[in-house]
């Protein structure tokens, strides 16, 4: 209940720190007022309306979304100007068209002709135009079409020329920052990836074609470099929970990170040397396996422990080194985990419980589905 210790709370439990969401969301906004490019967050990792209020400064304008569930929960809650950064699912088209309809300004993505084909067959009312962007691969190596590529430009230039669509942007993800470790392996992915995005654009204004350009992931937009003053928009997500994952590459510190997962021990195996917690692979991302020294996570205050292994609700911790002192560890004894990945152990769990100096204020409640 509000006002109760967040020590009061079930577990596995998912604890969010306002005061360090608010921070982290100030010091987005600050970046992108001092490079002087629009900040248009993205809401994957918590996909909340109260989050969401936080990093919009409460305008419920300029969005980025992931799934067409996303979508919907925010237009139907009275956010406007939503982009769609997926590439186009052919089975979602119509559902995209009532969105374009009904809102003020909404936008999808993509980076196939066949995709802009199912565009031209399903021409939106009112007089509307499909506001697409078209999704560049500048290095990420995931979707888009690629950079360098003839075919970029002639999809871009078909888009143009399309009856009812019209280009909007250029959009880059560089997620390849989540390969880097420190600031300088960091910025050297943002300038190539700000450069690329730049470098079409030129080409396209050479052929008479103006439209925005958008970049983001949390690493580039969390050390910006100044050339990303040039774009038109950056569309940064996870910055506002952090994780232990950001902290590795070197985008924040621990103490910036907002999210864990509460748990309790529930068993000591003293033969294995081992204790027994109520959470497993369920409340907790496995995204961490082999990713550090602490196992799929950190235990918060105890450097020593290794997060082993985790069945569905159970998860083995051991001693890094030497033999457990289950006199430290009774059962009942709540650990606090700071999640690998954020994004991952959110969408675990159906409800946040949001805490500020410790004491539970407000639970949060996720969209999800697809």
């Known amino acids: 209940?509000?006002?109760?210790?967040?020590?009061?709370?079930?577990?596995?439990?998912?604890?969010?720190?306002?005061?360090?969401?608010?921070?982290?969301?100030?010091?987005?906004?600050?970046?992108?007022?001092?490079?002087?490019?629009?900040?248009?967050?993205?809401?994957?990792?918590?996909?909340?309306?109260?989050?969401?209020?936080?990093?919009?400064?409460?305008?419920?304008?300029?969005?980025?979304v992931s799934t067409l569930a996303e979508a919907c929960f925010y237009a139907d809650h009275g956010y406007d100007d939503i982009l769609y950064a997926y590439p186009l699912p052919f089975d979602k088209v119509e559902r995209c068209a009532v969105l374009s309809e009904k809102l003020t300004l909404f936008q999808v993505l993509l980076d196939h002709h066949d995709a802009l084909d199912q565009l031209r067959k399903r021409p939106l009312g009112e007089e509307k135009k499909w506001q697409v962007w078209l999704k560049l691969d500048c290095g990420n190596g995931r979707a888009g079409v690629l950079h360098s590529e003839p075919e970029a430009l002639r999809l871009a230039q078909a888009i143009s020329e399309a009856d009812g669509v019209k280009l909007t942007g250029i959009y880059s993800h560089c997620g390849n920052s989540y390969n880097c470790r420190g600031v300088e392996q960091i910025q050297t992915v943002a300038q190539d990836t700000t450069t690329f995005t730049l470098q079409f654009i030129e080409k396209l204004k050479s052929l008479g074609i103006t439209c925005k350009s958008s970049i983001g992931s949390t690493p580039s937009c969390s050390h910006p470099v100044t050339d990303m003053a040039k774009l038109s928009e950056v569309h940064p997500g996870n910055?506002?929970?952090?994780?232990?994952?950001?902290?590795?590459?070197?985008?924040?510190?621990?103490?910036?990170?907002?999210?864990?997962?509460?748990?309790?021990?529930?068993?000591?195996?003293?033969?294995?040397?081992?204790?027994?917690?109520?959470?497993?692979?369920?409340?907790?991302?496995?995204?961490?396996?082999?990713?550090?020294?602490?196992?799929?996570?950190?235990?918060?205050?105890?450097?020593?422990?290794?997060?082993?292994?985790?069945?569905?609700?159970?998860?083995?911790?051991?001693?890094?080194?030497?033999?457990?002192?289950?006199?430290?560890?009774?059962?009942?004894?709540?650990?606090?985990?700071?999640?690998?990945?954020?994004?991952?152990?959110?969408?675990?769990?159906?409800?946040?419980?949001?805490?500020?100096?410790?004491?539970?204020?407000?639970?949060?409640?996720?969209?999800?589905?697809?």
Not at 22 to 44: A, I
Not at 242 to 269: F, K, M, N, P, W
């Open 1 to 64: 209940m509000e006002g109760d210790p967040i020590s009061a709370l079930y577990t596995p439990a998912l604890v969010v720190d306002v005061d360090i969401v608010k921070r982290n969301s100030d010091r987005m906004k600050e970046r992108c007022q001092n490079l002087g490019v629009q900040l248009r967050p993205h809401m994957k990792t918590h996909k909340t309306l109260e989050c969401a209020d936080i990093m919009t400064g409460g305008s419920r304008r300029c969005i980025v």
């Open 239 to 370: 910055y506002t929970f952090y994780d232990v994952q950001q902290s590795v590459i070197g985008s924040c510190s621990l103490e910036d990170v907002a999210v864990r997962v509460l748990t309790r021990v529930i068993s000591h195996c003293p033969h294995r040397n081992q204790l027994l917690i109520d959470c497993g692979w369920t409340g907790l991302s496995l995204d961490g396996a082999g990713k550090l020294p602490t196992g799929y996570a950190m235990i918060e205050g105890h450097p020593d422990l290794r997060l082993l292994s985790m069945t569905q609700e159970h998860g083995r911790v051991e001693s890094i080194s030497g033999k457990l002192d289950y006199d430290r560890f009774p059962l009942g004894s709540l650990l606090t985990i700071i999640p690998y990945h954020s994004c991952a152990t959110a969408m675990m769990h159906p409800v946040y419980h949001v805490h500020s100096g410790g004491r539970l204020v407000e639970r949060w409640t996720p969209t999800r589905g697809w």
